[in-house]
């Protein structure tokens, strides 16, 4: 783990960032009590978005009528 100043930090931000990058914790120190951290990214995290799709039809049902495209597209033809 690293201590750098806020002082450093503003003059050698990409020296924090290339010890960020190869997995070292940074932490920023003012007046010698930390104030903040910097913890690389961990790739491990896998985001899973819920399917509003399916949600959305089962609370909404399926889609009935004319397609919204399909409206669009009839406009279109009626101004020409």
């Known amino acids: 783990m690293k201590r750098v100043?806020?002082?450093?930090?503003?003059h050698n931000?990409?020296?924090v960032l290339?010890?960020?990058s190869a997995g070292e914790e940074v932490q920023i120190?003012?007046?010698?009590?930390?104030?903040?951290?910097i913890v690389p990214d961990s790739d491990s995290r896998v985001r899973?978005?819920?399917d509003f799709v399916s949600r959305s039809r089962?609370?909404?049902?399926?889609p009935t009528g004319t397609p919204p495209?399909?409206?669009?597209?009839?406009?279109r033809y009626e101004r020409l």
């Open 18 to 20: 290339r010890a960020v």
């Open 58 to 62: 089962s609370v909404f049902g399926a």
């Open 29 to 37: 120190v003012k007046r010698k009590r930390v104030v903040a951290r």
């Open 48 to 50: 899973e978005f819920p």
């Open 13 to 15: 931000f990409s020296d």
């Open 69 to 75: 495209s399909a409206l669009v597209e009839e406009d």
């Open 5 to 10: 100043s806020v002082g450093d930090v503003q």
